[in-house]
Nanobody, 125 residues
């Protein structure tokens, strides 16, 4: 089992920044690819970013490329999402998730076994 707890969400004006954190406990954190997903009201959960278990491979959704940065610190059992130049359409509940996949980190939510409870990000215009 891997337990994930997100933090860092909040209310920010358009153009602002937030940094989300996800603290992991349980099984060896470094064995898992880590991803961030988001779900806006009335919409399906969507992929945001993912980072491989050793941090070497990173992928972003086109909608956040160039604005968001995912990183991880295996010594601290943590993964981060730095979000810059936020837009109202970034408003959503953000979830971190863990996948046992080795190699290319997955973008499909079905490949993630463990999920956090989510943190709300609201961007006002």
């Amino acid at each position: 089992q891997v337990q994930l707890v997100e933090s860092g969400g909040g209310l920010v004006q358009a153009g602002g920044s937030l940094r989300l954190s996800c603290a992991a406990s349980g099984r060896t954190f470094s064995n898992y690819a880590m991803g961030w997903f988001r779900q806006a009201p009335g919409k399906e959960r969507e992929f945001v970013a993912t980072i491989a278990w050793r941090g070497g491979r990173i992928y972003y959704a086109d909608s956040v490329k160039g604005r968001f940065t995912i990183s991880r610190d295996n010594a601290k059992n943590a993964v981060y999402l730095q979000m810059n130049t936020l837009k109202p359409e970034d408003t959503a509940v953000y979830y971190c998730a863990a996948s046992p996949r080795i190699g290319d980190p997955p973008q499909a939510s079905s490949e993630y076994n463990y999920w956090g409870q989510g943190t709300q990000v609201t961007v006002s215009s």
